[in-house]
């Protein structure tokens, strides 16, 4: 009977939201790029079935071609997207809130492969036996450091994937990278964008690899997202401080210390700062898309979004358990336990794709999505112009703790020695 009303409820969802197909005859904004979404079903009912607001009226002309479990399948513009990731911000406080997809067959491949992924896979055993090389590492995180990567970042206008400002601040962190590895001189270190096309985003995600000296063809992925947003506009200022410019300066932090210390990784690990996530993580699913295709053996993925800003329920980071792997989730906790003793951790779920580890667990690669507060107790200014570091008192102490964990994660998942600690 649950099954039967579950599918009964869900085909009349369906029906609802077709109904508005028929009955607007507004503009559909047909000159736009247009891709396929994924999106929750009822969610998008409730914001389609808002008459009140004339800021949507171009979204109402949405029509859903089908549903796949709790997922909405359906045609956008990308007027229609602006107007979707606006209403899934101020009605459920979400980033987007939807997955963008090229086609119709990608869509619904997502939509199945979504409840196929599994969040109990383990590709390796987890050892935590290396603490030469990350207490090493550890000593040398700055908080400085972090903190003027987050204020370089959020400088500019906005990051935005299809401003002129969002290709600047993609290039400024490829040369920022770029200048970090160059105290690397052993030629195992490559820096390329990855060119998304055009429609897609004009901005490129960019991905730095720090090849291993055993296990080249096994992969670790630290990602962040580079792009910012202001809910009210696409030329609005969006400094993006702690969205998620902290990400990307754990990353960053992360890559200096690793060229400083000398740190050779076993396996091989990969730095990705992806483009377009606000818009429905466009860089991490297609990155993710062309791994899965190429049948790369990642072994682990850990996404840093938003870590520089400490909730008030009394936790130090949070992982989120939804589109996670459990096992690598363990690890984690295991990792801050042995090497920042004294935080408290805890569990949060999203409810949906929140950020880009989805993107690699819908093709079954294990990911971990650490967070700085439970969800829904995190930074309430992001996607406005007040997403700046005065949010978290001008400085980054919350985002140090987040470096070290990424630190600690390559140092116990790459392996790998350190050239000041030993004869590496």
């Known amino acids: 009977m649950m099954r039967f009303m579950r599918t009964f409820i869900l085909s009349c969802v369906a029906f609802c939201l077709a109904i508005f197909v028929v009955v607007q005859n507004g503009s559909t904004n047909a000159g736009a790029s247009e891709f396929w979404i994924t999106v929750d079903s009822s969610e998008l009912q409730h914001i389609l079935s808002d008459r009140g607001s004339q800021q949507r009226s171009s979204l109402k002309n949405a029509g859903v071609e ?18 979707l990731s606006s209403a899934m911000h101020d009605n459920f406080h979400k980033c987007s809130g939807y997955v963008a997809h090229t086609n119709e067959n990608d869509a619904l491949t997502w939509a199945r492969d979504q409840y196929a992924a599994t969040t109990e896979s383990q590709l390796v055993n987890y ?33 935005r994937y299809n401003q002129s400002s969002g290709l600047q601040s993609a290039n400024w962190i490829k040369d920022k990278w770029a200048l970090l590895a160059a105290r690397q001189s052993r030629g195992q270190v490559s820096i390329e964008f990855f060119n998304h096309p055009t429609a897609t985003s004009p901005q490129p995600s960019i991905i730095m690899t720090v090849w291993g000296t055993r296990f080249p063809d096994e992969i ?24 998620d410019a902290s990400g990307v300066a754990c990353l960053t932090e992360t890559i200096r210390v690793m060229m400083e210390t000398g740190f050779k990784p076993e396996r091989t690990v990969q730095f990705m700062a992806y483009a377009a996530e606000e818009v429905g993580l466009r860089g991490s699913n297609a990155i993710a898309t062309s791994y899965r295709n190429a049948n790369k053996n990642v072994l682990g993925v850990m996404q840093l979004d938003m870590t520089n800003y400490r909730g008030t329920q009394g936790y130090d980071m949070v992982m989120i358990t939804d589109n996670t792997n459990a096992a690598q989730n363990q690890f984690l906790r295991d990792l801050l336990i042995t090497y920042q003793p004294g935080l408290t951790i805890g569990n949060s779920s999203c409810g949906y794709a929140c950020s880009d580890h989805a ?34 008192n001008n400085n980054a102490n919350h985002a140090v703790r987040f470096s070290k964990l990424a630190l600690s994660y390559i140092g116990e998942l790459a392996k790998g020695c350190v050239a000041i600690a030993t004869r590496c």
């Open 220 to 243: 670790i992925v630290l990602g962040a997202h580079q792009d910012s947003i202001n809910s009210s506009g696409q030329t609005a200022a969006a400094p993006g401080a702690d969205d």
């Open 127 to 159: 050892t935590i036996d290396n603490p030469v090389a990350v207490n090493s590492m550890l000593g040398y995180v700055s908080e400085p450091q972090i903190r003027q990567t987050i204020l370089d970042l959020s400088a500019f206008p906005n990051r």
């Open 66 to 83: 089908r549903v796949v479990g709790d997922l909405a399948i359906l045609k956008l513009n990308d007027v229609q997207m602006e107007e």
């Open 359 to 392: 993107s690699w667990h819908n093709k079954s690669y294990p990911a971990s999505f650490p967070f700085e507060a439970p969800f829904g107790n995190d930074n309430s200014a992001i996607h406005t112009a007040n997403d700046t570091i005065a949010r978290s």
